[in-house]
């Protein structure tokens, strides 16, 4: 009955800096403190027992603190001098950045013993409370035992226990994120660079800070949709960091983690960490999109405390359908463009924003062209098709509209052939000329007649070509001089050349425009005077 | 038959003299920027054509172009700057075959021109196209009068500005 009475008393370990406690009949409280002053450089140390009132009719309070930084640095013990229920030791040490500190302190309670030896011949004690039942407590040793039936006030201290507490002196850090980078994304130019202003390859060699905390730079990156991006990044440190600093960076989109790494040995005021891998979508990964994001940047040195060391961005980041395709733009000449340029991308991105589906990707950018570039049936230029984004306010011909077209899906990583369409025989590819009576101008030589609305830019309904060009993707037919999916290129006229007579369909299809004049001349007129 | 001899020894040597004074040019580059060159047009069409306002002026890489405007009236300017005169002759041949309209040689502009003309619900539209040296020259929009007198101006211009230079 007695033990199990003393068994329910309460013996607590508390390791709190500042531990309060409510006074409890049989109690008796340990306590390990620790502080860090980093601006003294000072470690501080509180180890404490104390007893509550009934505990300390009987029992005194005893402490001993033992501060450690892998050898012992310093002891202390104290009893209750005062008789006011703690013991108390206060130890402190100069401290060194990043290392480990340990304080124990060792509780005890200080007792008079009544001891006796009972008159059946065993030895007895009385512990009023108990404390050597508890876990990690013993009784008092080396006492005499006296014979039996005779008593005697013994001194002892019992073990309560321990408790310790551990710091580690990490520096203050004053950090700010001044520059970010993006790696393995797909090798963007400016197709408008402006030499001094920026480079035209925008990250040639994957070691580029594309955005920099002084405004300077903000450029653009491109990954293909469901990506998850790997960045680096600049931190300047003020003043620098003191040796064997590591921290952990962590970035935050939209107030949530999408990025960590951890371990990273903080040297010099500059630091430059790679391969800081966002594992979480910063963007809906099924959709091609063309999105500005902005990342909070963060610091840990123990893991758990996170400091914000500022924001970058906005980061504008091109989304493409799949990976793009090698040469994005070819013109009429056959002249490849190999590069992948922020136009192109911005253009197709900005078009087919938030889509998924290759068609409907297609369709809108086959809206865009035709919404953005005027149709001038003049003739092309030998350009990058790309150029007509901005130069060439007159616009551009068909076989320039369907390579932009082309161009711009295969920058984004959608397959997109450029077919160039005449009236003539498809077997040999000899296209047939006759006379279309222009009532402005007189005898044009055209191969065939289209059915088509009459144009924005002035052309008239259903009118006659030398030849025209649309854009096969996603298993449609995309006219972008007209901004519609027509899926077949319908003739209203054509000439058979074996029998002279006009009004047959036959058109020869092309990938290559191949010699403009080839083909045969009539003098065939067809009726029609627009 | 004598006179065949003589007249093919002739062509010949315009050819070559042509020729000549391409590459000459092209010797010359570094002194003769794009830009110079689009300066120098635009200047000219500024003295010679009162009334015209350059509404814009740009380059993209061998590309310099400025549009003007009259009252409602538009004409571009396009300058191509091509490393040689093959390629220059090669970018002309793709900027002669339209899609649509009519396309006619022009006689004594620059060392090979082109007039494009085209009926729209809008009326008629046309484009000048030449090509001197290693310069292509496209003159977009207006009526055809103004396109041609512009091309005048920028094929006397090159003519004064780079071509003599040596």
């Known amino acids: 009955m007695t033990r199990s009475f003393f068994l329910s008393l309460i013996f607590a370990f508390a390791c709190c800096l500042f531990a309060s406690h409510t006074a409890q009949a049989q109690y008796a409280e340990g306590i390990s403190a620790i502080t860090y002053d980093s601006s003294a450089q000072m470690i501080f140390t509180y180890s404490a027992t104390e007893v509550d009132f009934n ?82 407590g013993s009784y008092p040793g080396g006492y005499q035992f006296l014979p039996a039936g005779q008593t005697v006030t013994q001194y002892g201290q019992i073990y309560l226990g321990d408790t310790s507490v551990w710091i580690f002196t990490y520096p203050s850090l004053a950090a700010a994120v001044t520059g970010v980078g993006f790696s393995d994304e797909h090798p963007l130019h400016y197709f408008n660079f402006q030499p001094g202003q920026h480079a035209e390859p925008i990250d040639p060699n994957d070691t580029d800070l594309i955005w920099l905390s002084n405004g300077t730079r903000s450029d653009p990156a491109a990954y293909t949709k469901g990506t998850k991006p790997k960045l680096f990044a600049s931190i300047q440190f003020s003043p620098a960091p003191p040796p064997n600093t590591y921290i952990g960076l ?22 430059n960490v790679r391969d800081i891998a966002l594992t ?8 091609v999109k063309k999105g500005n994001y902005t990342f909070s ?54 078009a087919a924003n938030g889509e998924s589906l290759v068609g409907t990707i297609a369709s809108k950018i086959n809206s865009a062209v035709y919404n953005d570039i005027k149709y001038s049936p003049a003739g092309g230029a030998s350009v990058n098709p790309l150029s007509f984004y901005l130069i060439f ?41 006759y006379v279309f009576n222009d009532p402005l101008l007189g ?77 045969t001349v009539t003098n065939i007129v067809c009726p029609h005077t627009n | 038959m004598n006179k065949l001899i003589f007249k093919s020894i002739l062509i010949l040597l315009v050819s070559c003299s042509s020729v000549s004074i391409a590459q000459s040019k092209l010797s010359s580059e570094e002194k003769l920027s794009l830009k110079k060159i689009a300066d120098t047009i635009d200047r000219s069409i500024l003295t010679k054509e009162a009334g015209w306002r350059m509404k814009n002026k740009k380059t993209l890489g061998n590309i310099a172009e400025s549009e003007w405007e009259w009252g409602d009236r538009q004409i571009s300017v396009t300058i191509l700057h091509y490393s040689s005169v093959a390629e220059a002759t090669k970018g002309l041949q793709a900027a002669i075959s339209p899609s649509m309209g009519k396309i006619s040689k022009e006689n004594g502009l620059g060392d090979e021109g082109y007039v494009w003309r085209m ?48």
């Open chain 1, 55 to 136: 505990t300390s009719y009987y029992y005194d309070a005893y402490v001993c603190g033992s501060l450690y930084n892998y050898v012992l640095l310093g002891m202390g013990c104290e009893g209750d001098p005062n008789e006011d229920r703690i013991a108390e030791v206060y130890l402190q040490t100069a401290a060194q950045y990043n290392q480990g500190y340990l304080l124990v302190s060792n509780h005890y309670v200080e007792g008079y013993f009544e001891v006796w030896e009972p008159t059946w011949g065993a030895y007895g004690y009385w512990d009023p409370y108990g404390y050597d039942f508890l876990p990690g």
């Open chain 1, 250 to 271: 962590r970035i935050k989109h939209n107030g949530s983690p999408v990025g960590e790494k951890l371990g990273i040995a903080a040297t010099g005021a500059s630091l």
């Open chain 1, 280 to 287: 979480a979508d910063i963007e809906n990964p099924d959709v």
């Open chain 1, 297 to 350: 940047w963060e610091i840990t040195q123990d893991g758990n405390t996170w400091t914000s060391i500022g924001n970058s961005g906005p980061h504008k980041i091109y989304w493409t359908y799949q990976n793009p395709m090698s040469p994005p733009f070819i013109n009429k000449e056959g002249t490849e463009f190999p590069k992948l340029y922020d136009k192109a991308l911005d253009v197709a991105c900005t």
């Open chain 1, 393 to 433: 306010p007159q616009g551009c011909d068909c076989g320039d509209h369907a390579n932009l077209l082309r161009g711009l899906l295969r920058s984004i990583g959608v397959e997109a052939t450029t077919l160039y369409l005449w009236g003539g025989n498809n077997a040999t590819g000899q296209r047939n000329y």
């Open chain 1, 443 to 519: 005898a044009i030589p055209v191969t065939m007649r289209v059915v088509r609305d009459a144009h924005r830019d002035g052309i008239a309904a259903n009118p006659h070509f030398n030849y025209h060009a649309l854009v096969s993707a996603a298993g449609h037919l995309y006219d972008p001089s007209y901004g519609f999916v027509p899926d077949q290129l319908t003739l209203t006229e054509s000439l058979d050349i074996a029998t002279g007579i006009l009004g047959v369909t036959n058109k020869v299809e092309r990938q290559v425009f191949g010699d403009p004049t080839y083909g």
């Open chain 2, 119 to 166: 009926s729209t619900t809008k009326g008629e539209t046309c484009a000048v196209k030449f090509r001197k040296a290693n310069f292509l020259i496209f003159i977009s929009g207006g009526e055809l009068s103004f396109g041609k007198k512009f091309a005048k101006i920028a094929d006397d211009s090159l003519t004064e500005n780079v071509l003599q230079r040596k």
